[in-house]
């Protein structure tokens, strides 16, 4: 299977995010648009948009940039506990249908300020529980008609979506992305996504997931086509590899001026995924070859805590081992966003697709 390469579109209220270029209408719809369009100019599949309360509406954003682009794939993030599934399955189909197939998306069940939006399941499992019957629902209005499910969370009686989604060759729907590395999340993943997104692990980290995933697999009788893997991480590519690392370590003497604040959430500090990269730098400040664990020590999260750092052939070299380990699906970013698009849609995507 061919490898998809995707970038990071900053929906923040609050401009500077990671270090991005502080400007007057960060996210006004000209700059987002920007950013989209430089996106297909220089060679990237699209972008995933994340998802919080207190941010942009991210099924907004992602209609109004796919209005205004021809090939740009919004990777939407959505959750089970704002949206019911039929709602969604429709309002992601109509998307799908306008724009001619170009929807992912993104199902997030991590928790989030519930109380904001109205949601009351903050318990792991039966948040897990709600994402399973989710995608099923989801799944199956995209692809049946007349559609009749009863569980503990969600229900739908004789229900078909209109318009449908686009089918064009293996595709059936859009392609449903999933994260979480608790037991909990990938037995979610095992049975009901289409791609397990990991953070940024070492290799041996990712290597026993994809192990284990492949195993669950087995046990759980998964019905679908085999489950895909995906990375979602920080590239900081430069022209030499020296000037990467110095560029690298200064970036992060400046975090520990300032830190992040996202960083101190406890809730989101909690994730299994995240504690799994914030450990990593127990091991040392730089594992594999070029992977950075310092930034999670001064504040870094997510995508943003370990970071791959060298030339463009340097980390185009660290991916292809992901590769090579089965990952197919790359969601890459560094900042500030939009020149690192051009940068390393210049640099670093000729080198992973030669």
Request: charged share 25%; net charge negative; no cysteine.
């Amino acid at each position: 299977m061919s490898a998809e390469f995707l970038w990071y579109i900053p929906n923040q209220a609050a401009p500077g995010h990671r270090g991005d270029d502080v400007v007057d209408g960060h996210n006004s719809l000209q700059t987002l648009v920007g950013h989209a369009k430089a996106l297909e100019e220089h060679g990237w599949g699209g972008a995933l948009i994340g998802t919080g309360w207190g941010r942009p509406d991210t099924f907004t954003v992602a209609t109004a940039l796919a209005t205004q682009t021809t090939t740009f794939q919004p990777l939407i993030a959505i959750r089970p506990g704002y949206w019911r599934p039929a709602h969604f399955a429709s309002a992601a189909a109509t998307l799908d249908h306008l724009t001619g197939g170009r929807v992912l998306v993104n199902i997030v069940s991590g928790k989030d300020n519930l109380a904001a939006y109205g949601d009351t399941e903050g318990d792991q499992a039966h948040r897990y529980d709600r994402t399973r019957e989710f995608l099923r629902i989801v799944r199956r209005l995209w692809t049946e008609e007349n559609v009749t499910y009863h569980g503990e969370h969600f229900g739908v009686t004789d229900a078909t979506v209109v318009p449908r989604t686009v089918v064009r060759g293996d595709r059936r729907h859009p392609r449903l992305y999933f994260g979480g590395a608790s037991e909990a999340a990938e037995q979610v993943a095992a049975t009901d996504a289409d791609v397990q997104l990991f953070w940024g692990e070492p290799l041996d980290g990712v290597r026993e997931r994809i192990e284990r995933l492949r195993l669950l697999e087995q046990k759980l009788e998964r019905e679908h086509a085999p489950l895909e893997f995906g990375l979602r991480i920080t590239t900081l590519v430069r022209d030499t590899t020296e000037q990467a690392w110095a560029d690298a370590e200064a970036k992060v003497a400046k975090m520990a001026d300032g830190h992040d604040p996202v960083a101190r959430d406890p809730r989101w500090r909690a994730a299994v995924g995240q504690r799994r990269l914030l450990d990593l730098a127990a091991r040392g400040d730089v594992l594999d070859d070029n992977l950075y664990t310092a930034p999670g020590r001064f504040g870094g999260g997510g995508a943003g805590t370990t970071w791959l750092v060298g030339s463009a052939a340097d980390v185009a070299s660290a991916l292809r081992r992901y590769q090579q380990l089965g990952v197919t699906h790359f969601v890459l970013s560094d900042t500030p966003y939009l020149p690192e698009i051009r940068r390393q849609g210049d640099q670093l995507l000729p080198l992973l697709r030669g």
